[in-house]
């Protein structure tokens, strides 16, 4: 038994729309799927184990980066209409999923291309700066607090 990669990572937002302003129109990526779903239609709704408490309905977006040459697993954004959505999101050293990491080609000039669009980031760039005066990598905040984290791909060994 082998499995075969990460097929999508699922974030549930206080506002769907909000959210798409930020990964679709601020970001770039692409919106493959936007539907809004009866909870009575999908399997283990009612469940205690995966909810924390029974929904009518949810709005969801599927959100892909735009690239055929990218291996990448795609984003399912929720959101619950008319329904409040609890939590709090969680930083780098606590249990649980803590971020979400892009690739970029240039961080530098996509870091200031985001501050100079009203992007929240997660600090000062003073803090991302190395000694040398290098940026390996950035975080900022999405509509609802989740860290995004952004550097120029995996290290090479």
Known sequence: ???RGVSHIAVCVADLEKSLEFYRDLLGLTVKMHSTQEMAQRPGAQSEHIYERPRKS???ADVYVDD???SQPYLVLTSHPGDLVGGVPIKLDQKGISHISFG???LNAFAQELVAKGASLA???DDFTDAEGNVRTIFL???DGILVQFDEGPPTY
């Open 68 to 70: 055929p040459e990218a």
């Open 1 to 3: 038994m082998k499995v």
């Open 123 to 125: 600090g000062t760039m």
């Open 104 to 106: 970029v080609e240039n």
């Open 141 to 143: 905040y999405d509509p």
């Open 58 to 60: 949810r709005s969801v």
